[in-house]
C-alpha cells in the first residue's frame, strides 16, 4: 500500500509506527517538549508518544508557540519520524523551516487527505524521500 | 535569514507576494527549550533589528521581581538569555500576552503580523487590524524584514464569516454574567475550527475585557484568528454586511445545555473538597480587572493564594494606586511578565486543584502544570480562596 504524498517541507526520510491522531492537538501545552509525550489531559491519546513515530496529524489548534515545541523536539532528538498532515499547518511546520535553518536534521513533512490516514493506523509507515508514504 | 523563512512560510502557503507591515507583536521570546534561545542568538549574532514596532509576549521569567519562579539552572539561564536577545533585536520590553492593552493597537485595516494565540484574535476581531496567526519564530522573521506572506486575513474576501453563531437562546442573565464569555468562546472555538463565524444575539457591548476572554478561550479550544460579533466589532455592524454570502453555511443555535456542557468541559477536576490556589489573569488582568478582584476579596485574607498574572503596564498602576500592597497583604501573588501556564511558579502538587475564571487557563493548567481545574467565576473564586474550598453560585444558561 503505497501514495505519493506532496512534500511540504523536505528532510530525512522516515520510518516508524503510524500513530493517527484521532483529534485537533495544540503541540504547546499538548505535546511535552523534552519526551514527546502528549501531555494535553482532553486528548483521547494523552499519553502515547509521538518521537519516532510516523504522526498522521488531522489538525492543529491553540497556541501559536507550537513552532517551538516542534522545534524543540527536533533539537532533542524526539521529533516523530514524518509528519503525515491532511493541509499545510503556517504555525507548527515553522518549527521544521527554522530547524534546517539552524542546520539540524529534519524529519519530513507531507501532504495526504484526511480519508486515506486511517489505512495507515497501526502499521509499520515509511515516508520516501519523494513523498510516498508506504505500509 | 529572516527574509528566507518569511519566503518559505509564503511559499508554503501559496502566499503570491509579501506585503509590508506596520508592526508585529513576539510570541517567540517563551523559552521552551534551549533551541529558541539559539535561533534567537543567532539572529543577534548576524546584526538583525526590527524593521516596525515590535512588542514582546510573555517570558519565562518575572523580571519586576513579583513572584518567585521555580525554573532552575540551566534552563533560567537559557531563558535569560533568550529575552535578553530579543531586546537587542530592538524589540520593546512588554512581556505581555495583551499588549493590546498596553498601548500597541494598530489601526484598523493595517497590516500587521502577530504571535500569541489570544492577541491575535484581539488584533483582528476587535481592533479590525490585520494578521494571521504567527507561530512563533516567523513573528520575528517578519519583525526584521519588516514584511509579511499576503495570504489569509490579510485579505478582506477572507475576513467574511461563513457561519453564525446564535446565542439569542440564552438567558439575558447568563449573557449578562462575567463566565458567559470564556464558557460560550471555548464552544465557539470547538464549533467553528478555524472558520470565520459571527456571533449574533448579542444586546450590547460587552466590555473589553469581556472580548478578551471569549476570544482567548475561542483560540485554546480551536484555531480561531478572527470573530465577528454583530453590533459590537468593528467590522460586523449586522450579520448580513460580514456574511460571505446572502446565506450562512451553517448557523449553529446555542443552547442553555450546549452552554452548561461547554463550562463543565473547562473544569477537568472531579468534585474535589478543597482547592490548591486560584489563578486569574489569562490573558493579563487589565486595571479594570484588578479593581474587580480587590472588591471582592474586600480586605479579607485567602486561606489559599490567588496567582494574579499581569503586564508591567497594569503592575505600574496598581503600584501606584497602593493595590498592589493591599492585594499582597490579602494573599495574592501578582506574577508580572509571565505567568503560571507558561513556567514553573505554584509548587509542584500531586492531584493539585486549581480554580479559574479563565478559559485559556482552564484549557492549557492541566497539561502545563498537572493541576486539576475548576473552572467559576471570579466571584466564585475568590469565596473559594477565602475558604480554601469550592463554592459555586449557579447562573444557568
Known amino acids: 500500500m503505497s501514495a505519493a504524498a506532496e512534500i511540504l517541507v523536505p528532510g530525512k526520510a522516515g520510518e516508524g509506527e503510524a500513530l493517527v491522531l484521532t483529534a485537533p492537538i495544540s503541540f504547546w501545552g499538548g505535546v511535552d517538549p523534552r519526551t514527546g509525550r502528549i501531555a494535553d489531559v482532553r486528548h483521547p491519546q494523552h499519553g502515547d508518544v509521538i518521537a519516532g513515530k510516523v504522526l498522521f496529524l488531522p489538525g492543529t489548534i491553540g497556541s501559536s508557540s507550537a513552532s517551538a515545541v516542534l522545534m524543540e523536539l527536533v533539537h532533542n532528538g524526539r521529533s516523530p519520524a514524518a509528519l503525515v498532515l491532511h493541509e499545510p499547518d503556517a504555525i507548527l511546520l515553522l518549527g521544521l523551516i527554522v530547524a534546517r535553518e539552524m542546520g539540524w536534521e529534519t524529519p519530513m513533512a507531507v501532504r495526504l487527505e484526511r480519508s486515506a490516514f486511517e489505512t495507515y493506523r497501526g502499521s509499520t509507515v515509511t515516508v520516501a524521500a519523494d513523498g510516498a508514504v508506504t505500509i | ?397
Open chain 2, 1 to 397: 535569514m529572516a527574509m528566507r523563512i518569511v519566503a518559505e512560510s509564503a511559499r508554503l502557503l501559496g502566499a503570491p507576494r509579501l506585503i509590508p507591515i506596520a508592526s508585529t507583536h513576539i510570541d517567540g521570546a517563551l523559552y521552551h527549550g534551549d533551541s529558541g534561545t539559539l535561533f534567537a542568538e543567532r539572529l543577534v549574532e548576524g546584526g538583525a533589528k526590527v524593521a516596525v514596532r515590535s512588542t514582546l509576549n510573555v517570558g519565562a521569567l518575572d523580571l519586576m521581581g513579583c513572584s518567585p519562579i521555580r525554573l532552575e539552572e540551566p534552563q533560567r539561564g537559557m531563558a535569560r538569555r533568550m529575552m535578553e536577545a530579543y531586546r537587542k533585536l530592538g524589540c520593546e520590553q512588554s512581556w505581555t500576552c495583551a499588549p493590546y492593552q498596553a498601548g500597541h493597537r494598530p489601526a484598523q485595516g493595517s497590516d500587521v503580523a502577530w504571535g500569541e494565540s489570544n492577541a491575535v484574535v484581539f488584533c483582528n476581531s476587535v481592533l479590525g487590524a490585520r494578521t494571521n496567526r504567527y507561530g512563533d519564530f516567523l513573528d520575528i522573521a517578519c519583525a526584521i524584514t519588516g514584511r509579511a506572506p499576503d495570504y489569509g486575513l490579510h485579505r478582506p474576501d477572507n475576513r467574511r464569516a461563513r457561519l453564525v453563531f446564535d446565542v439569542s437562546g440564552l438567558s439575558p442573565a447568563f449573557l449578562a454574567s462575567e463566565i458567559a464569555w470564556p464558557v460560550l468562546g471555548s464552544l465557539y472555538g470547538r464549533e467553528v475550527g478555524n472558520a470565520i463565524g459571527v456571533v449574533a444575539g448579542v444586546a450590547g457591548h460587552p466590555g473589553e475585557d469581556a472580548l478578551k476572554a471569549f476570544g482567548a478561550a475561542a483560540a485554546s479550544s480551536g484555531a480561531v484568528g478572527l470573530f465577528h460579533i454583530a453590533g459590537v466589532t468593528p467590522e460586523a455592524p449586522d450579520v448580513e454586511t460580514i456574511l460571505a454570502g446572502p446565506e450562512p453555511e451553517a448557523v449553529i443555535r446555542v443552547t442553555p445545555q450546549m452552554a452548561a456542557k461547554a463550562r463543565a468541559g473547562l473544569s477537568t477536576a472531579a468534585a474535589p473538597k478543597a482547592i490548591d490556589a486560584v489563578a486569574i489573569g489569562s490573558p493579563h488582568l487589565s486595571p479594570a480587572e484588578f479593581g474587580s478582584l480587590e472588591r471582592l476579596i474586600a480586605g479579607r485574607r485567602l486561606a489559599v493564594p490567588i496567582y494574579a498574572c499581569t503586564g508591567r503596564h497594569a503592575l505600574a498602576l496598581l503600584e501606584q494606586d497602593g493595590g498592589r500592597k493591599r492585594l499582597e497583604a490579602s494573599g495574592v501573588v501578582i506574577v508580572a511578565d509571565t505567568c503560571v501556564v507558561v513556567t514553573p511558579i505554584m509548587p509542584d502538587l500531586h492531584n493539585g486543584v486549581l480554580m479559574t475564571n479563565s478559559g485559556k487557563f482552564a484549557h492549557y493548567a492541566p497539561g502545563n502544570t498537572g493541576y486539576g481545574v475548576l473552572y467559576a467565576s471570579l466571584a466564585d473564586c475568590v469565596e473559594s480562596a477565602v475558604l480554601g474550598r469550592p463554592v459555586f453560585t449557579d447562573i444557568a444558561a
